[in-house]
């Protein structure tokens, strides 16, 4: 088996660079990229978050990737792997970037070191780890093929015959005022023992440690590469024979082990992420993605977005679920104020898009139709001149969603037409309601607005809890059941004193 | 090196933090007349002093160790004086050298740990001095273990080759390091060897090295810097080295300073309690329980401030309660001062003022007065009396020594007294020793019954009010003349004297 790629396999990548979709920054999956490609922006990985699939098959070939990479030893390889590719490239700019030859070719002698180390592990691992998937199959196989060939070999022995040879080296300066003088090492003993043994009977307890941070021994300053050149006076077949070792491997990596190590950033970055949210107890699954499938099945999911917030402190969201028959295309959510209600519109959206990456997602059990876009309406936070002027921009809005949406997308609606008076209000969300139910689309809509919650029998009524016995506490859960705003309006006045018998004894007492 | 003055096997870090309840017990002993007596205008001492009395020791056997060096303290107070005087000097060395703090460059460092160094080294040697002329006139075991050690690890041998070193390290003929070759080729795990000295072997690696060498041009100070740089990763190590020896040896000496400021103190107390003519005895603690006997028992703070302050006998004989009741301004406080101070003095090791006191080790002395704030009735003062009772209760362990002075006045007498009553009662079970001196009278009565475990002590009333501030056995009586202080006050009687047992 050939390797070509983890992610593309079977499909073709995008020619041209992608755009992000308009809907991450209302479902907050930009902050969920931006954490996955944290500390790895060298790769450009952001892109590959952006284009859902169309093809399933090509979602279940990433899914048993990752599934290979849920294991640790497996994962732990194949970061240690990318880690020496890191520094590979790190040691080859040097190379570029210094000047004296006896630099430069030390600096391609150690990229060819940690090149081989890291194909080598690499290989090692891989077939050492029964592997589900085929992408990871491909790329063990292909490593074996490379690590065998005659090259790699050759490789591989001058560069540690080389190393070694240099390794041995030990020279001895003389700074004397301005003066610098390179000699052979005389094997003096250490100057430092001796003062330590000196003064070793006051040591009763640990000390501070006085010794100044000095910059890294590989910054190499003028001084430094003067004594280099010098040094290689000393010793001048070591170094011809480094030089001629540079000069015969000057690019040793592998084009296709490079694809491997971008494409497998983008694994490792997602799987971090959901690693420090599993240890927090939340679930992830691998959803079943059908095109075409009516049926919706998200159990115990969650916002990834306010999880991973909530994790930094120390916190779990409440985990929610959602399932939809077939038939059942809308759900309205309405409840009280922070109560979770845009937090589960996200959920559904993200989990939609996540799914459609080839990626798990969040939740126990999940098992929805394939999205070809997630689209997003969400009410801005920005005040336009007039609320004539807001309500324009909401249907205009509303409008480019409708027009790009195919019965195959999904849309997550929240808190339209607040600008407008309650009757206009109703009437344009059920106009809109009616036009996403002939259109056929999933949807999610949030509302303030209890009557949008009664509909046909492809509208679902989903409110957002309180506990039964202090309506001021939210629990954050989001059931389906009628919605009944009236009841929590209620109790809470009666918690504030504020029904009719209270305010009466109040009043004038 | 160490120390172990204060303790036979450890130095004391003198200076880490008490518990908090600790200082209530310096306020309630008035441990500041003690102490002005020991620091005599030392800042010091009066610290080191305060430390060590609060602190108290672990057994008996640590009290022992004190009280013979302390003994050599009273007998040649002369090796005590200088020995702390050098100490003393070469602690202000690092402040004077370079106020007090390291540069940060091993160049630096290393310069300002080498005149530091010079600077102690020649104290180590006039320590050794002191330690070696007054051997002879010592005999506790921490002092002459002290100066043996001082003769046998500091001499003269060893201190010159000190000295060499930190010769050698002005590096005036440049320095010489060792290296490899790392990453990029750059050098690395640099080793300095002894500077090249004038000789053969400089000769020879000049030889050796032919024209191999380079010198940095007059104005270019970034190749200069660069070769600072250089020296410096030879230097670090070095320099860090210098610089914790150093510290080690302030160390040893601040450690020396705070052992001795002790027995200076104890020198100066003793002197002053000698000079008001306190008689003075060194007390025997023993690990028996329900120990407390004394001859002419003293409160030393009351003695270094007034003339003629009166000494009570007092013989427990194994009982593990004392109450105190009787007249106001009866000397009760005064008494259960003289106690606690006693035992807090003889646990530091010092001398106590009574001509002889035997008591049980306590290994905490626990103190509960009443606060000027507790005095009114107010729900809220009864909760912060309790508090403080609570937190005793806490901290207290059997064998610990519990001093009650008008403990659960803060309510009224038949609530404090039966509160009272269940916390003393259990303390007593628990084996915790209580002296208590209290108005309470339903408390006091309570323990009348109870002569196998509660002495019972009165505060006399003298003739005509006057009161000899001497106690005496006997039952509570129940009223606590409150009527004579009034009239020593408001020169009148007070109107009704039938307000039996309430303040």
Not at chain 2, 24 to 45: E, F, I, N, R
Not at chain 2, 158 to 185: P, W
């Amino acid at each position: 088996m050939t390797f070509r790629s983890l992610l593309w396999e079977g499909t073709t990548a995008p020619s041209a660079r992608p755009a992000e979709p308009a809907s991450f920054g209302d479902l907050h999956l930009d902050q969920v990229v931006s954490e996955v490609v944290r500390g790895r922006e060298e790769y450009d990985l952001a892109p590959l978050l952006w284009v859902p699939l169309d093809d399933p098959e090509v979602i279940a070939r990433r899914q048993r990737v990752f599934a290979d990479l849920e294991d640790e030893g497996i994962a732990e390889a194949v970061s240690a792997f990318c880690d020496r590719m890191r520094r590979m490239r790190r040691y080859q700019g040097m190379a570029q970037r210094r000047h004296q030859a006896e630099e430069q070719h030390r600096w391609r002698l150690d990229a060819a070191l940690v090149y081989v180390e890291a194909v080598q592990e690499l290989r090692a691992s891989l077939s050492a780890h029964e592997l589900g998937s085929e992408g990871l199959a491909a790329l063990r196989d292909h490593l074996e093929g490379l690590v065998a060939s005659s090259s790699f070999a050759a490789l591989v022995r001058d560069a540690e015959a080389i190393a070694e040879e240099l390794a041995q080296v030990r020279y001895a300066i003389t700074i004397k005022g301005r003066r610098v003088r390179v000699h052979h090492d005389v094997g003096q003993p250490d100057y430092r023992a001796e003062i330590e043994e000196a003064f070793a009977k006051f040591r009763e307890r640990d000390a501070r440690d006085y010794r100044a941070p000095l910059p890294p021994e590989s910054q190499m300053t003028w001084v430094e590469e003067r004594i280099l050149g010098l040094v290689s006076q000393l010793f001048p077949d070591t170094f011809a024979r480094l030089a001629a070792f540079a000069e015969e491997h000057r690019d040793v990596a592998d084009p296709a082990v490079v694809t491997f190590e971008r494409e497998a950033q983008l694994f490792l970055g997602y799987r971090k992420h959901l690693a420090a949210l599993r240890n927090a107890g939340l679930p992830f699954c691998y959803p079943t993605v059908t095109p075409g499938a009516r049926e919706t099945i998200i159990d115990d999911g969650f916002d990834l977005a306010l999880a991973r917030k909530l994790a930094s402190q120390g916190k779990a969201p409440v985990t929610n679920s959602l399932r939809l028959d077939p038939g059942e295309r809308v759900a309205v959510v309405t409840g009280p104020n922070q109560g979770g209600k845009t937090t589960f519109a996200r959920m559904v959206g993200q989990i939609h898009h996540l799914a459609a990456l080839g990626l798990p997602v969040p939740g126990r059990k999940v098992s929805i139709g394939l999205a070809d876009q997630v689209l997003t309406h969400f009410e801005r936070e920005e005040s336009l001149d007039t609320l004539r002027g807001k309500l324009e921009d909401d249907l205009v809005r509303i409008r480019e969603v409708l027009d790009q949406a195919t019965p195959d997308s999904v849309l997550v609606l929240n808190e339209l037409f607040t600008s407008t008076t309650l009757s206009d209000a109703v009437a344009l969300g059920h106009d809109l309601l009616e036009r996403i139910r002939d259109l056929g689309a999933l949807c999610v809509y949030v509302t303030f607005l209890d009557e949008l919650a009664e509909g046909g029998p492809e509208t679902v009524s989903l409110v957002g809890e309180v506990r039964a016995d202090d309506p001021t506490a939210r629990t954050f859960e989001i059931v389906r059941r009628p919605a009944d705003g009236l009841a929590y309006a209620a109790a809470l006045a009666q918690r504030h004193g504020l029904t009719y018998d209270r305010v009466r004894e109040r009043v004038g007492a | 090196m160490r120390v172990l003055l204060l303790h036979p096997d450890r130095d004391v870090a003198v200076g880490d933090p008490l518990p908090e309840r600790l200082e209530d017990l310096a306020t309630d002993l008035s441990l500041d007349a003690v102490l002005d007596a020991m620091a005599a205008d030392d800042d010091h001492v009066r610290r080191v002093a305060r430390w060590v009395l609060l602190a108290g020791a672990d057994d008996p056997a640590v009290v022992a160790h004190r009280q013979a060096v302390a003994a050599d303290a009273l007998a040649d107070p002369d090796a005590f004086a200088t020995m702390y005087r050098v100490a003393t000097e070469a602690l202000e060395g690092r402040r004077r050298l370079f106020f007090g703090r390291f540069g940060s460059s091993p160049e630096t460092v290393l310069m300002q740990a080498r005149r530091l160094l010079d600077l102690l080294v020649d104290a180590l040697r006039r320590l050794r001095r002191v330690a070696e002329s007054h051997r002879g006139l010592l005999s506790s075991a921490g002092m002459v273990r002290l100066c043996d050690s001082l003769a046998e690890e500091l001499d003269d041998a060893y201190l010159d080759v000190l000295e060499g070193h930190l010769e050698e390290l002005k590096l005036e003929e440049g320095v010489l390091l060792s290296a490899g070759l790392g990453r990029g080729n750059a050098s690395r795990d640099h080793v300095l060897h002894r500077p090249p000295r004038r000789g053969w072997l400089a000769r020879m690696l000049e030889r050796e090295s032919g024209g191999l060498s380079f010198v940095i041009p007059e104005r270019d100070e970034t190749a200069a810097r660069s070769l600072a740089q250089l020296r410096e990763r030879g230097l670090n190590d070095v320099a860090n080295i210098l610089a914790q020896s150093s510290d080690h040896i302030l160390d040893f000496f601040e450690v020396l300073r705070d052992e001795l400021a002790f027995y200076v103190g104890a020198q100066r107390l003793h002197r002053a309690l000698a000079q008001r003519e306190v008689a003075q005895c060194w007390p025997e603690l023993t690990e028996d329980p329900d120990a407390l006997a004394a001859d002419d028992l003293v409160d030393a703070a009351l003695a270094l401030r007034v003339p003629e302050a009166v000494g009570n006998d007092v013989d427990a004989r194994g009982r593990r309660l004392l109450m105190v009741t009787g007249a106001n301004q009866g000397g009760k406080s005064t008494f259960l001062r003289s106690v606690g101070l006693a035992q807090v003095m003889a646990q530091a090791g010092l001398p106590v003022a009574a001509t002889r006191l035997r008591a049980s080790f306590a290994p905490r002395v626990l103190t509960h007065h009443t606060r000027e704030e507790d005095a009114e009735m107010e729900s809220g003062k009864l909760d912060e009396e309790l508090r403080r009772l609570s937190a005793l209760v806490d901290a207290a362990e059997p064998g610990d020594l519990v001093l009650c002075n008008e403990s659960l006045s803060s309510t009224n007498e038949r609530e404090g007294s039966e509160i009272a009553r269940q916390v003393t009662t259990a303390l007593l079970d628990a084996g915790v020793r209580v002296v208590y001196v209290t108005h309470l009278y339903e408390l006091a009565r309570g323990f009348v019954d109870e002569p196998e475990r509660a002495l019972l002590l009165r505060a006399q009333r003298g003739e005509g009010g006057q009161r000899p501030y001497r106690l005496v056995e006997g039952e509570p009586l129940p009223t606590s003349f409150g009527a004579d202080t009034y009239r020593a006050v408001f020169g009148a009687e007070l109107e009704a004297e039938a307000d039996a047992g309430r303040r």
